[in-house]
C-alpha cells in the first residue's frame, strides 16, 4: 500500500530507542526523509539532533535545524515520554514537575515549533504517543498517567484548531510494549517485583495475550501521519492489544 510518505520530511522525537525508533524506521523504509532527535547521539536518520526537550527553546532549536537542513517539515511525531512505579502519595511537586516538563511539554514545545511552518505550507501531520493510562488513569503510574491525558487534550486542541489550515494531529495510546522501559535493566517490570511474573501479569491483561511490539505502535503511527489517514484528525487510537480496565 502507498502512504504517501515518499519524500516526505518526517521528525520523530524520542527516536534513538523504542517506539520512537520502530516509527523512524518504518518512515524510512517508507520512502520518507527521516530526521531523529533524543538525549542521546547517533540515531538512525537522514539527520540526527541532539536535544533533550525538557528544556525550554530546545524545540526551536530543533525545529530549525530541520527547516535549515531540508527547508520543511512535513511530518512530526513526538514520542519523548518515561515513566517509573510511583504511589499518588508518595509524589512531590518535583515529581510533577519533572513528568510535566518530559510528558507533556516535551511535545507541546515542539508541536509549537513545527506549527509555524506548517501554517505557511498549509499541510501538515502530527501525532502524539499517548497512553492506555492517558483513557484510565494506573495507580502505579500516577502522575504519567495525568500528563498522557494532558496530551491527549492538547491533541485534540491542534486538531481543532489547525484544521482548516490542512493540519491533522492524531494521538496514539499504546498498552505496555516491549522496549526498554518495561524489559530492560530497572525497567517498570523490575520495579514491581520479579520481572518474569510482572510481565505475565501485564500480557494476561490483554485479549491478546501479549505486549506490544514497538513495530505495532509504529505501524498505527505511521498510517495516521499518512495519506491513507487523510480525513482523520482529533482521534485518539487504542493500541493496546485490547486492554481490559486494569492497565497493570
Known sequence: MDLGLTGKVCLVTGSTAGI??????LLRS????VVTSG???GGIGDLHVPVDLTQRGEGERLAAAVEQRFGRIDCLVNAVGGAAIRKLEDLTEDDWHSSFELNLMSAIRTTQAVL?????RRSGSIVNVSSTSAKRPSTTLPEY?????????????????????GIRCNAVTPGPTATDAWLGEGGLAVQQGDRDEVLARVAAGRPLGRLAEPHEIAAVIVFLLSERASYVTGAAWSADGGTVPVII
Open 20 to 25: 520512537g525508533r520502530a516509527t523512524a524506521e
Open 30 to 33: 517508507d520512502g520518507a526523509t
Open 145 to 165: 498517567s495525568v500528563m498522557k491525558a494532558g496530551l491527549l487534550s492538547y491533541s485534540r486542541l491542534v486538531a481543532d484548531v489547525h484544521a482548516a489550515e
Open 116 to 120: 509555524p511552518g506548517m501554517r505557511r
Open 39 to 41: 538525549r542521546r547521539a
